[in-house]
């Protein structure tokens, strides 16, 4: 399917990419940046289409990062939409060759070993204590932490079908 597509014409050519679904919708977005920018909107409302990732993070050591809808793709209206300003950009044909024609896909496997797993952890833990306390003290609404683990992948991992495969028991 074109998620798919999408999902691998990005990774393959390594650029930032995206892919979300909200709350009680069962539309799927996903977009992605053809160049690597270090573009940061002051505010959202007037910033380009795109995606924010802000850290919570108290010592600051983590940065935030946006990624531009250079190529943004809607699951209800199931097409590509490319920003104008990239028309015939070599990138922007990367991708296209990628998205339209067939290649082979494999993800690297990872492995964590028990130590680094269990620091993990109890930072996690740490970091929705806090976040509970920011949201009792009124400074946030809702706060949505997330952490990074590496795990081994199976050679015929899917990342798409589990995405949809959340999705359903979300």
Known sequence: DKLTSFFKA???????LAIWKNPR???VNAICQLEYSTFYPDELET???GYYFVPFDNNGSSKSEFIKADISFNSIENELRINPVFNGHESLDKFKKLFDGTFDFILSDY????????KH??????????????????DYQKIVPARTIQINLPDEFDPIA???????AY
């Open 25 to 27: 919708q069962n539309e």
């Open 10 to 16: 990005a990774i393959k050519s390594n650029i930032s």
């Open 111 to 118: 492995l964590l070993d028990d130590n680094v797993a269990h």
């Open 47 to 49: 910033a380009p289409q």
């Open 162 to 168: 589990e995405f949809f495969k959340l999705r359903a």
């Open 121 to 138: 952890k109890e930072n996690y833990k740490k970091l929705v204590s806090e976040a509970i306390e920011a949201i009792d003290s009124g």
